[in-house]
């Protein structure tokens, strides 16, 4: 079973970056998309971005196309998302997950594995 591990949230002003990690364990990674998901409070989870098992696609959310990046070091197991021009709005508790198969994708439904979280919080 796949298990997933953030990290390298925190706190940043707004137009500040932050990188997020997303080391995998327990399974063969190069087998699956993978995507980051963010939720803010009371609100729902909402997808950021996606990256299909090789990382020849990739899909963004419209909120945060042209700031955002994902890519992924298949040697290494991990899945990365650059967050660059961050605004107070991207404050969220960030969450990696494990696609059901090997396409990028935009729903929480086509996934199966998640991590814990890591928050991320811009201030203006």
């Known amino acids: 079973q796949v298990q997933l591990v953030e990290s390298g949230g925190g706190l940043v002003q707004a137009g500040g970056s932050l990188r997020l990690s997303c080391a995998a364990s327990?399974?063969?990674?190069?087998?699956?998309?993978m995507g980051w998901f963010r939720q803010a409070p009371g609100k729902e989870r909402e997808f950021v971005a996606t990256?299909?098992?090789?990382?020849?696609?990739?899909y963004y959310a419209d909120s945060v196309k042209g700031r955002y990046t994902i890519f992924r070091d298949n040697a290494k197991n991990t899945v990365y998302l650059q967050m660059n021009s961050l605004k107070p709005e991207d404050t969220a508790v960030y969450y990696c997950?494990?696609?059901?198969?090997?396409?990028?994708?935009?729903?929480?439904?086509?996934?199966?594995?998640w991590g814990q979280g890591t928050q991320v919080t811009v201030s203006s």
């Open positions: 997950a494990k696609a059901r198969d090997g396409a990028a994708a935009s729903r929480t439904l086509e996934y199966d594995v």
């Open positions: 327990g399974g063969t990674f190069i087998y699956y998309g």
């Open positions: 990256i299909s098992r090789r990382g020849d696609s990739t």
